[in-house]
């Protein structure tokens, strides 16, 4: 049997007095898209700063293919190859999708005071990349800004895989998305999958999750309440989970069904 | 809503004409403007404008304020302002005459020095803006202040009174130095070209124009070179990428602290190197001098294209606007008109430009 990318043990982690998370267990195998779900405010962000080095667990351990790891940065895991594509995407609208894509991490070439900016390279990169993942750019000079949320998503993701990402936590990526785009973003997790990166795919969104998950994980004030595995759980059961259950069991009957 | 469909994609690459493309470019509307104050000196102007000494007499001032302007839209493309440049180059003349005249240096150590003091200044700027996260403007605009306060105080205090510091053409001649940072060059060609009968003489057979005054070599070449930093380099990624989202940029790995605060420096080096070839060329440091410079740079840079909000521009955009600007500056005595139309020929560029290149930027990210 395969071993876990990452293993997360019964991570806490508190703010001063609060407890934003009480005992989180979490793992994660190549080529598997784990959908972290969790309501507003069950800990989901804090989670995944603390799995991708923006945060220290205050207990609990990492353990990073095999080894217990200690991130003291954002910058340590990804190098680990943990890549985190956060809601803003770390995107900007008025460069090209080029500029984009290799920014903060561009291509050289030649040397000493001649080092410059391989531009072929990273134009025949960037949209080798994207063709990879169903997106025709009309040129690597088109702005970020032209393109629309999914594609942007798209990129965001592209890139994080093109600079060896092992583990892509997407955090939310369909949360402002119309139907089609989802439906994009969804194939390119479902691609991405395949190609044997270890998804974590944070979402309120049942539907989505079931679209593209092979297991759930289900936040709730802080905790997990579970870790099931496709067909072994129903989308009613997860959205009970979600809801802390009692509640959301009594508003079922008076909107019939809709949520 | 965006379509993913190939076919249909490939469709929109054929509609995207050669035009469609020129209109991204950030320097368009300076070309179009250009051409356009072109034509109106053409017709009003009096021939001798656009001969070759006519030319090299706008040249000049417009490389002057262009190698500001250069400085003041990378700066801009970074996100930032400088209000203090051109307070920055009274400051560093008179520096600069100070290390020459009175403490009697030589060029070779007295400009390096004086592109330090000016460096140094300008990293202050910076590490203030980046520490408090103050505004530019606001942070500039104290300096603007105090160094044009501390300019004039200090040329008093050692002049006894006046305002300018003379003797810098005395101390310099003969140095070495001297001809890279002030005067013509090519003066030997130009004679040649003068004795074949190439180009324009004075009935003694002297030349009209004796060279090329050398900054405006200066201002080619350091246009080139910002070019080249800005589309060719890592460090031109991360002045695009500082001043389109510093946050965007910092979480994906860009120094923006330090990308910004070379830029201040860079910026503030422009000064000061304005400073020291003008200070060469009148042989005179005046408290004074550059007073408003800070705007017409700013200006000529967004002309040029840069947005206001940073993460947009060029270099060859600011190159075009200061040739703008130098050709309306001097354009005008070669017209009946009244020299002062200037201002109300900067102002009513500025305002065309701001709103032709808010329109090219909506077109270029695709906002609606």
């Known amino acids: ?259 | 809503m965006s379509e993913t469909n190939a076919n249909i994609l490939d469709e929109r690459v054929k509609k995207e004409s050669a035009l469609a493309r020129m209109l991204k470019r950030p320097e368009l509307g300076a070309l179009g403007g250009f051409i356009l104050v072109f034509l109106f000196f053409l017709l009003t102007a009096d021939s001798s404008m656009f001969t070759l000494a006519g030319t090299l007499n706008w040249l000049q001032p417009a490389a002057q304020i262009g190698i500001l302007a250069i400085g003041a839209s990378l700066l801009m493309i970074g996100g930032e302002f400088d209000l203090s440049l051109g307070s920055m180059v009274a400051f560093a003349g008179l520096v600069f005459a100070l290390l020459v005249v009175n403490t009697g240096l030589p060029l070779i150590i007295a400009i390096p020095l004086t592109l330090l003091v000016a460096g140094a200044i300008g990293m202050i700027n910076g590490q203030i803006v980046i520490r408090t996260g103050l505004p530019s403007f606001i942070v500039t605009l104290a300096f603007l202040y105090a160094l044009r306060g501390l300019s004039l105080v200090l040329v008093k205090w050692i002049t006894g009174g006046t305002t300018q510091m003379r003797g810098v053409r005395e101390a310099v001649e003969g140095d070495f130095l001297a001809p890279i940072f002030s005067g013509d060059v090519f003066g030997g060609l130009f004679l040649w070209l003068a004795e074949r009968g190439w180009i324009a003489t004075f009935a003694n057979g002297t030349p009209k124009a004796t060279g090329i005054p050398v900054e405006i070599i200066w201002f080619v070449v350091i246009t080139l070179l910002a070019t080249y930093v800005l589309v060719r380099t890592p460090f031109g990624n991360w002045i695009f990428a500082a001043g389109g989202d510093a946050n965007a940029a910092a979480n994906s790995g860009v120094p923006v602290k330090l990308v910004k605060t070379v830029l201040f420096i860079i910026t503030a080096i422009c000064a000061a190197f304005v400073a020291i070839t003008t200070v060469m060329d009148a042989g005179t440091a005046d408290s004074s001098r550059g007073l408003l410079k800070e705007f017409e740079a700013i200006i000529a840079a967004v002309i040029g294209g840069c947005l206001l909000t940073g993460g947009y521009g060029s270099a060859v955009g600011a190159f075009i606007g200061s040739l703008i600007f130098g050709m309306v500056l001097i354009g005008l005595t070669y017209t009946g008109f009244d020299q002062d139309w200037y201002k109300v020929f900067v102002g009513g560029i500025l305002l065309v430009a701001v709103l032709f290149n808010n329109y090219v930027r909506k077109r270029a990210t695709g906002e609606r």
Do not use: W
């Open chain 1, 1 to 259: 049997m395969t071993q876990p990318i990452v293993h997360m043990e019964n991570i806490e982690k508190h703010f001063g007095n609060i407890i934003a998370l009480a005992g989180v267990s979490f793992d994660i195998f190549p080529g598997e898209c784990h959908c972290l779900l969790g309501d507003n405010g069950a800990g989901k962000s804090t989670f995944i700063k603390t799995m991708s080095g923006v945060h220290k667990p205050t207990k609990g351990t990492i353990n990073f293919e095999q080894k217990q790891m200690n991130f003291n940065s954002p910058r340590d895991a990804m190098e680990a190859g943990i890549a985190t594509v956060f809601q803003d995407l770390a995107m900007i609208p008025l460069m090209s999708v080029t500029r984009n894509f290799f920014m903060g991490r561009e291509p050289t070439k030649g040397v000493g005071p001649f080092k410059r900016f391989d531009v072929e390279m990273a134009n025949e990169a960037t949209m080798e990349s994207m063709r990879e993942m169903g997106i025709n750019l009309r040129g690597p000079d088109q702005a970020v800004g032209t393109l629309s949320g999914g594609e942007r998503q798209t990129v965001a993701i592209a890139r994080a895989v093109y600079f060896g990402a092992k583990v892509l936590i997407l955090d939310e990526p369909t949360s402002a998305l119309g139907v089609r785009q989802t439906s994009n973003v969804l194939a390119t997790i479902d691609r991405v999958r395949k190609q044997g990166v270890g998804v974590v795919f944070i979402t309120h969104n049942v539907r989505h999750a079931m679209a593209v998950g092979d297991r759930f994980t289900v936040l709730n004030r802080g905790r997990t309440l579970g870790t099931a595995a496709r067909g072994d759980i129903t989308p009613e059961e997860l959205q009970d989970m979600m809801a802390g259950g009692q509640e959301m069991a009594s508003l079922e009957g008076s909107l019939g069904g809709t949520v």
